[in-house]
């Protein structure tokens, strides 16, 4: 497969000029990309921005800026981010794994696997499944703090689940928790007997190939990872997850989200295992319509956009923003890496693939 990058030096040329500046021929896909990044770029003072687009069966990348504005270290393809929230399709995807497995199923109660919670006996968080989990229908609030539990205190966490009253009957309503997918992890790693960064490689990163994919991130690969920014690029902190890694202590690049995206097309899967390729089939299909044009996967996000269904999940934490989405009929998709909150990778992501889908 032919790779497409389009670096800093692009990035600078439109910062210099203040104009488009068209590469010799460009291809559809450049100029798409020309015309929605730039004045991106210049709304939100983005400090570095990776784009990684799979598209007419060839893989293209698009690296803008700096992964840190004070070494003046450019943005890669193999610059690693901090995913947030994106993290919650992998757990989901090992859940979905363990599924294919026949060592768990999505209607299992999360007690059976919390032995934290293994004699509630009828108290309300006896009726959460897993399936509630991975769609965040379990009535669960976003944060921890909004259980009124410290972040960190896990066995807090799970004293509060005896005395929790739902606001809404349980499977009944969609509610985006945090929270509820970093208990997800700790269920899986319980009904699994292995850690999350152990499932994620032995599963997931080692048979795919993404070398630059952790949940930590080793000292031999330090220097890749990018410099979050707050708003008005004041550098963030160095992300570290208080409470479970679930919820979205996931690191990665361009390059290893777009192997990760293709494979979820059934595309170039490397030596992943067929039980992996069909749960990441499984995890994508419908399981609670929140409205006709949104309806939740385990995990993923499917989103009706005209006559098209298209898959995503996004992500936004305290110094990053990110996103991927593709369409599995037409063998397309896009990963948008910002570092920088509130870095709108949603939105400029939701428009690429809206261009290459004609809408």
């Known amino acids: 497969m032919k790779s497409k990058y389009i670096g800093l030096c692009f990035f600078s040329l439109i910062l210099w000029f203040g104009s488009p500046i068209l590469l010799a021929q460009p291809s559809r896909l450049d100029n798409v990309i020309n015309q929605l990044v730039q004045p991106f770029i210049y709304a939100h003072q983005t400090p570095g921005l990776a784009i990684a687009i799979y598209y007419n069966e060839k893989d293209y990348y698009y690296n803008f800026g700096f992964a840190d504005r004070k070494s003046k270290k450019p943005v890669t393809k193999n610059t690693i981010f901090e995913l947030a929230s994106i993290t919650k399709i992998f757990i989901s995807t090992l859940v979905a794994l363990e599924v294919q497995k026949g060592k768990l199923n999505v209607t299992d109660y999360a007690v059976q696997y919390t032995p ?8 309300p968080i006896d009726r959460v499944q897993i399936v509630h989990l991975a769609t965040h229908t379990a009535s669960f609030p976003k944060q921890m703090e909004q259980f009124g539990v410290n972040k960190g205190n896990i066995q807090a966490f799970f004293a509060r ?8 009957k349980i499977g009944t309503h969609y509610k985006y928790s945090n929270i509820g997918f970093g208990y997800l992890g700790y269920v899986l790693e319980n009904a699994s007997n292995e850690t999350l960064p152990n499932l994620l490689k032995s599963n997931i990163t080692k048979p795919l190939g993404m070398s630059h994919t952790f949940f930590n991130v080793p000292e031999s690969l330090a220097n ?5 920014y707050r708003p008005k690029n004041k550098p963030a902190p160095y992300y570290r997850p208080a409470n479970f890694l679930g919820g979205g202590a996931l690191r990665s690049s361009a390059a290893d989200m777009l192997v990760f ?13 067929p039980e992996l390729l069909s749960a990441m089939q499984y995890a994508q299909q419908p399981f609670f319509e929140v409205n006709p044009n949104f309806v939740m996967g385990l995990g993923w996000q499917r989103v009706k956009r005209g006559r098209h269904i298209v898959i995503t999940k996004n992500g936004a934490n305290q110094g990053f923003s990110t996103f991927i989405g593709f369409s599995p009929a037409k063998k397309l998709g896009v990963v948008v890496l910002i570092n920088q909150a509130r870095g709108e990778a949603t939105a400029l992501g939701n428009q690429i693939l809206n261009s290459l889908l004609g809408l």
């Open 116 to 123: 934290e919670l293994s004699k509630t006996n009828g108290l």
């Open 261 to 273: 995206l293709k494979a979820n097309l059934g595309i170039q899967p490397g030596t992943a295992s």
């Open 161 to 168: 689940l005896k005395t929790w009253r739902p606001p809404v």
């Open 224 to 228: 890749y990872e990018a410099q979050g």
